[in-house]
């Protein structure tokens, strides 16, 4: 794999950034905090209109079924399984697995399991809006399918 360019402009090149941030645990390790009472996250780099954020979970937090608006972007599980859920079903991602999602992709992210995860998540352009769904409106989006680190 080549290293990411400095200001990537494809979804492969997104995806390729997110893959080198995970790799090299130095960047986040030490900057991961789980907290119980709510969804903890830090911005951890921002470039040329994208930002990647570190996100944790305990066991038994999810993010609720939400879209990204306008965003692209794509997830990578750090550390721990986090399960997505969409309208076409459940999937569960362990550490090195992505998600990549195009605007207006709508699922829910959540830590079904006994341990803490962390995950990585790069939006194109940065995220300013997540809004919230029911599940009765969450059948029409699209499911690309997961790129495996």
């Known amino acids: 794999m080549q290293p990411p360019r ?9 995806a390729g ?3 080198s941030i995970a790799a090299d645990r130095s960047q986040w390790e030490h900057l991961v905090a789980y907290d119980a009472t709510t969804r903890w996250n830090h911005l951890l780099r921002t470039g040329p209109g994208y930002e990647a954020w570190l996100l944790s979970w305990v066991p038994g937090q999810g993010s609720g ?7 692209s972007g794509v997830l990578t599980v750090l550390v721990g399984t986090l399960t997505e859920r969409t309208g076409r079903g459940t999937r569960a991602f362990s550490a090195g697995a992505q998600r990549v999602f195009a605007p207006g992709y709508v699922h ?13 998540h790069v939006y194109y352009p940065g995220l300013t ?12 989006h699209t499911d690309p399918r997961p790129v495996t680190a």
């Open 108 to 120: 829910e992210v959540a830590n079904d399991t006994l341990e803490p995860a962390a995950s990585l």
């Open 17 to 19: 950034l997110a893959c």
């Open 6 to 14: 400095e200001h990537p402009v494809t979804v492969a090149e997104f």
């Open 129 to 140: 809006e997540m809004p919230m769904h029911t599940s009765a409106n969450c059948a029409a």
């Open 65 to 71: 079924l939400h879209d990204h608006g306008r965003s």
